[in-house]
């Protein structure tokens, strides 16, 4: 299998208001965790297209994280919960495409949840490397090949 | 206008007014018993008579039922007027022995024995001790007023008596007490009338403690200061009779009429001050509340202490008489993992108000079980120093359980506070005679209904969630719309009235300006690839966006667009797009991320 | 003048194309009348060698439908494109891939034994497959490569326009016709079909609430939808709010829910994750129990979201493009 120092490429999709604050309280106060998560910063949760997800997967991350408020605190009122209706359709398209669900990831992380936020990238993180990488694209080209 | 003379004094009135009301304007006083406002004169007593000379003729009449006429002459104090009450006083003392107001009206007439005997015939079977006068108020007022008609006369001469049908229980009585409180002799026992025992209604400002009428001022220092009918217990309002209370009224102020209004007003900005409800201490079984009669709520015992209140202002047990010993339990409900793990914030320094209050007016010993002392406020620390010299006894540690099972003498009687005292590690028992719970705070019933209508977001225990915990204290994520008080989280008062002024400043604020700023985020719909298929619509929790019924396409409102971008995620054509979060934007972020090496290319 | 010349041909297809041709009815005595059919191997007998001696432009246009997987259609399409200066591709498989399409969730392999071995009417106690070489009675002979997956038209040549739907409706066709014969045709690459989803056009549109809530998704496989009533609002999955319009509403009038043969509006990157983003919308489900409930019935994700454009969705797309280079 995949060498120990594979380092998973995983993109999150940040709620501005919490998780994106919740992660820069973890900045602030100094708390470490690894850089494989790299953000990209929504409004909310509920911005979050299901086609990005598709697209940072097949553009070759080995996992994605999409973090919000927690439900009943979204700043857009209820956008967290389009996220939490959107994931496992979406996880059970993935798996149908032959993405293992688990690198995909709906986590609701408050303003103050700084450390937790933190918690989350380690676990999420040691959670994709144990899956090992996706490459997607040499998979699609593997399966592609005419011959 | 008709002139008449009275006693001798030139009285000038209303035609059609009754001698007996022409008396009273001019302060002559007529004794009377059966007449009363919301009733027609009657004249069954016959103790308003009075001497009448009318064109050289004079006669004795019941004043209550004379109508004025001029030049016409009354006496009410003549002699011949005079032994006549005397010989009726005589006649109602034989009827009614036991009646203060009987006796009270015959020693007016130096009359303090009757020469007649007791009528004889069965007693009427809702008639207590004071006896009846069969003035009839009772059965003009239940039937004629109250359109009721639970009660009549009975039996003829010495047997005649007011009762129900067949003296059976009555099963259209309302139990509404109008019988009972008209009766001059204050004989209907009314519960007697209905098998069942009517219920008082509890009067809500003073936590049940007293009890209040179907109209009633909400309490003191409502504004307007004015009385309030209660639409579910007044009888109007189920029999379509009584008004009593209209007739009673000089400046005609009451409108039984009035109906509820919805008013709909457009604002441009929204104060939410709609405040928080007291934990209810029943859901603790083992504080006893509602069990025991000296347990109270902290709300129970602010009105006892209260100089308005219904002690008076004195602090004193159910039975009356004033505790010897006190204890407050804080924290009930509050930094409870069961209830509200949230610190209500009031509750120790009402506490200490209590305790203080306590020591002030009675005298007692006063136990405080409490897991930390918050006192944190100007000048609070300073107060909870002065009650530890005043000899307030502070035990730390959460109270266990209140019980009356008593182990020792000196707990006979008492109510037994367990707890464990956590500085000296031990398990306490106290007896007291009067437990206080200091009961937390809760976010007021609806607030998630209100929530949902003014689309404000909430933290877990439900208060109201402001913009920015530091920044934007008062404000909420809607624009226009500001928070004061308890509706946003447990606050004192100071803190509310310092959130209250501030919220209506960022009000006028709003008014003055004249102008709304909007973040440059928001959503907007191309027309030329919108179907119409209104998804956004259901999408968008600030019904930021409309559908336009003549081009048949969504249209965002962006007034009211707040910039989430759900309706983004939403649309399955990719007419909506977000302004600065565009979708080509967030992909061209993906492949940085993940092809940091090559230049991210934006599509259009 | 000469009538110019039009050619004809069909790859992974079910023949229904072709059909929409003979569908023109008296109309394709119009075309026959404005076009001369070089190449129809549906209705006439042609052999690639004719192909071959055509002069490139003598045949002005060739209709090519279906799928790619063969390795003789990847022939035929290549030599077509050498011929013809206009390559149109006709209908939802060439387009997107069509249902052939849907193959590309399972592997050739997978797709060998079911067909070869599985199948209960299947006797094959030698294990035959098939092979491209074989000598039959001192014969060599050649079958074309059953290749690993299904590509749409413009995955193996360029296509310059694209007529969607399954098939394309002949008023469409014919007006792409008369496009072509008055030389009034859109920017290279447009398909020939409007740009707005189908809900502009759906009868039922006007009986779609503004607020929904779907509690589950139903199937028209097990319940059957009432005609006159939006099909989202009583929850089945109507692939029309992200599927361009102008088929007509054949489906919706035959009492179907919109599958998405026409294929994304131009607005969306990829078809399936769009309409799973208004799906999860329009979804009730308020927390992680319900919402798993909730995707759990919505059967067969790819199937449903992807049924005509599988091969052309942004995860199978990458095939597409390492295939440019063919």
């Known amino acids: ?147 | 206008m008709i002139t008449l003379t009275i006693d001798g004094k030139t009285v000038r009135t209303e035609s059609g007014t009754t001698v007996l009301n022409a008396a009273r304007g001019a302060a002559i006083e007529i004794p009377t018993l059966c007449h009363h406002e919301s009733l027609p004169p009657y004249g069954s007593c016959r103790i308003c008579l009075v001497e009448v000379t009318q064109r050289g003729r004079t006669r004795l009449v019941s004043s209550c039922t004379l109508p004025v006429a001029e030049g016409m002459e009354v006496n009410t104090k003549s002699e011949k007027v005079m032994r006549i009450r005397r010989m009726l006083a005589e006649l109602f003392l034989a009827r009614c022995p036991d009646s203060k107001v009987i006796r009270e009206l015959a020693a007016q007439f130096n009359v303090t024995k009757s020469r007649f005997r007791k009528p004889v015939g069965e007693p009427s079977s809702i008639v207590g001790e004071e006896g009846c006068i069969l003035c009839g108020m009772c059965v003009r007022l239940c039937d004629d007023v109250l359109k009721i008609g639970a009660l009549s006369f009975e039996g003829r001469g010495g047997g005649r008596r007011v009762t129900t049908p067949f003296g059976e229980p009555s099963d259209v009585c309302m139990t509404c007490g109008a019988c009972s409180s008209i009766c001059p002799t204050g004989a209907i026992e009314h519960h007697r009338i209905w098998e069942h025992v009517p219920q008082r209604i509890p009067f809500e400002f003073e936590e049940g403690l007293t009890h209040r009428k179907p109209i009633y001022i909400p309490f003191a220092q409502a504004v307007p200061r004015v009385p309030v009918i209660d639409k579910h217990t007044c009888m109007h309002f189920k029999t379509n009779g009584c008004k009593v209370c209209e007739d009673n009224c000089e400046a005609k102020a009451i409108r039984h009429a009035q109906e509820d209004e919805m008013v709909e007003l457009d604002v441009g900005a929204i104060v939410v001050a709609t405040g928080f409800q007291l934990f209810d201490a029943r859901q603790l079984v083992r504080y006893g509340y509602g069990r025991f009669d000296n347990v109270l709520s902290a709300l129970e015992f602010e009105r006892i202490s209260h100089a308005s209140g219904p002690t008076g202002g004195k602090v004193l047990k159910k039975d009356g008489t004033p505790p010897q010993s006190v204890a407050i339990l804080h924290c009930i409900g509050s930094r409870d993992e069961n209830y509200q793990k949230y610190c209500s914030r009031v509750c120790c320094m009402y506490s200490l108000k209590f305790a203080h209050l306590i020591r002030e007016k009675t005298h007692a010993d006063v136990y405080n079980f409490y897991i930390d002392m918050r006192a944190f406020g100007k000048g609070y620390e300073e107060f909870y120093k002065r009650l530890l010299a005043e000899g307030v006894y502070f035990i730390r540690g959460k109270a266990a359980e209140v019980t009356d099972a008593a182990e020792s003498p000196e707990e006979k009687g008492k109510l037994i506070v367990i707890g464990e005292d956590t500085l000296l590690g031990l398990t306490r028992r106290i007896p007291v005679d009067m437990v206080i719970l200091s009961t937390g705070i809760k976010p007021a019933q609806g607030a998630e209904e209100l929530a949902r209508l003014l689309s404000l977001s909430c933290t877990q225990g439900q208060f109201y969630l402001e913009k920015h915990p530091k920044l934007a204290p008062v404000d909420t994520a809607s624009d226009g719309i500001f928070l004061a008080g308890a509706c946003q989280g447990p606050k004192d008062i100071p803190d509310a009235v310092a959130q209250g002024a501030a919220a209506a400043a960022g009000a006028l604020a709003l008014i003055d300006g004249g102008k709304v700023v909007l973040e440059p985020i928001t959503s907007e719909i191309d027309e030329k690839l919108c179907a119409g298929c209104k998804i956004c619509i259901a999408s968008c929790p600030y019904v930021a966006i409309e559908f336009d019924e003549e081009k048949k396409i969504s249209r965002v409102i962006e007034e009211l667009c707040k910039g989430c971008g759900t309706c983004v995620a939403a649309c399955p054509s990719g007419a909506a797009r977000q302004r600065n979060f565009e979708d080509v934007q967030i992909y061209a972020e993906i492949e940085g991320i993940l092809h940091p090496e090559t230049e991210p290319v934006l599509r259009e | 003048m000469a009538k110019p010349k039009v050619a004809f041909y069909w790859c992974a297809s079910c023949g229904g194309c072709e059909e929409t041709v003979v569908d023109l009815a008296e109309d394709i005595l119009k075309v026959v009348e404005a076009v001369d059919i070089a190449l129809w191997p549906v209705a006439l007998d042609f052999k690639l060698k004719d192909v071959e001696t055509w002069q490139p432009g003598e045949v002005a246009v060739a209709f090519i439908n279906g799928a790619v997987r063969l390795s003789e259609q990847h022939e035929w399409v290549r030599l077509l494109r050498e011929k013809c200066p206009l390559v149109i591709a006709f209908g939802s498989c060439a387009h997107l891939g069509g249902i052939p399409g849907l193959a590309n969730d399972t592997t050739r392999e997978e797709i060998l034994a079911n067909k070869y071995h599985r199948s209960l009417t299947v006797d094959n106690p030698n294990r035959v497959e098939p092979r491209t070489a074989c000598t039959v009675n001192g014969y060599e002979l050649e079958l074309p490569l059953f290749w690993k997956d299904v590509k749409p038209l413009d995955a193996v040549i360029d296509v310059d326009y694209y007529l969607p739907g399954c098939p394309p409706p002949t008023a469409l066709v014919a007006q792409a016709v008369d496009a072509i014969l008055k030389g009034a045709l859109p920017p290279k690459g447009s398909v020939l079909a409007p740009e707005k989803s189908l809900c502009e056009s759906c009868p039922l549109n006007e009986t779609k609430p503004e607020t929904l809530a779907i509690k589950e998704f139903k199937r028209v496989a097990t319940s059957t939808p009432e005609p006159d009533r939006c099909y989202l609002a009583q929850g089945y999955v109507c692939m029309g709010p992200a599927t361009r319009s102008g088929c007509g509403e054949r489906c919706i009038h035959g009492n179907m829910p919109c599958r998405g043969c026409f294929g994304p509006t131009p607005g969306a990157l990829d078809m399936g994750t769009k309409m799973l983003g208004a799906l999860g919308t329009l979804g009730e489900a308020d927390s992680d129990g319900t919402a798993m409930a909730l995707a759990g019935t919505l059967a067969d994700p790819i199937g449903t979201l992807y049924r005509f454009s599988l091969p052309a969705s942004l995860l199978k797309r990458r095939c597409i493009e390492k295939e440019e280079a063919l």
């Open chain 1, 1 to 147: 299998m995949e060498e120990a120092s594979f380092e998973p490429k995983i993109v999150g999709f940040l709620c501005r208001w919490c998780s994106y604050t919740g992660a820069d309280l973890a900045g602030t106060s100094r708390v470490q965790y690894p850089s494989n998560v790299v953000a990209v910063r929504v409004m909310c949760s509920g911005r979050v297209d299901p086609t990005f997800v598709v697209k940072a997967f097949a553009d070759g991350a080995d996992g994605v994280l999409i973090a919000g408020c927690h439900p009943g605190d979204c700043h857009y009122l209820e956008g967290n919960y389009k996220a939490m209706r959107r994931v496992p359709m979406l996880k059970n398209l993935l798996s149908q495409f032959g993405i293992e669900p688990a690198r995909l990831r709906l986590e609701w992380v408050s303003a103050s949840e700084g450390e937790q936020f933190a918690a989350l990238v380690k676990e999420f993180t040691e959670q994709v490397r144990a899956l090992g990488p996706l490459r997607w694209e040499e998979r699609v080209a593997a399966l592609s090949e005419s011959a």
